[in-house]
Structure formats: C-alpha cells, structure tokens
Nanobody, 124 residues
C-alpha cells in the first residue's frame, strides 16, 4: 500500500519546468527524511534528490544539480520537487519515498515507504 501520493507530472517541452508534489496518506511528515527517485525503462531506479526531516539539508544527484530543487512545507505537509531546464533525459516515472529518522541528514539511496509514481515526459 502506497504511503505517499505524487502529483504534478505531465508532458513538457525541453527547457520547460514542472513542480512535483508529494503528500502522505493519513499521517504527518514530521521525522521523515524524504527523497525523489526516477525510474527510466531499462535502467535502475535512481535517487535524484533528498531532504532531511527538518529541511535543513538536501542532496542532489549530479544529473539534476543546479536544475532541480527539493523543499518541504510542514504547514502543507508536502514535499516538492521543482524541476527547471528539463531535458529529454529527465523523462521517467518519478517516485517520492521516505523513512523515519532522527538524523539531520538524508540518504539519496534510501526509501522505506513509497508512492506509486507520476510520469514526467520531456519532449517536443
């Protein structure tokens, strides 16, 4: 059963922008470090960004650094992924994932609970 619900995917032209949202199903994101993963057919699922439970630390994969920005809004109980300067290589299914932690950091490779994903297609 999916713990998170992603939204905001769609079709966008190269160079365009999208903002993905991730909300939990019936619980608060407090104490959850959160991450976004990307799955491209034929390739392993890749962690592209994560944010600590407090929002004070974030990490990015080299492939998205400088173009994507992760954030979280405790009042909205939501995690966002702002994606700019999108490229065709960014096409894939994007998943949000989280895990409970007391650490002040996050792990790009860890996701104990997952959403069902949202499709992002970058094409002209």
């Amino acid at each position: 059963q999916a713990r998170f619900v992603e939204s905001g995917g769609g079709l966008v032209q190269p160079g365009g922008s999208l903002r993905l949202s991730c909300t939990p199903s019936g619980f608060t994101l407090d104490y959850y470090a959160m991450a976004w993963f990307r799955q491209v057919p034929g390739k392993e699922r890749e962690g592209i960004s994560c944010i600590s439970s407090t929002g004070g630390n974030a990490l990015y994969a080299d492939s998205v650094k400088g173009r994507f920005s992760i954030s979280r809004d405790s009042a909205k109980n939501t995690v966002f992924l702002e994606m700019n300067s999108l490229k065709p290589d960014d096409t894939g299914v994007y998943y949000c994932a989280g895990y409970l932690t007391v650490q002040a950091t996050c792990d790009l490779k860890r996701g104990d609970y997952w959403g069902q994903g949202t499709q992002v297609t970058v094409s002209s």
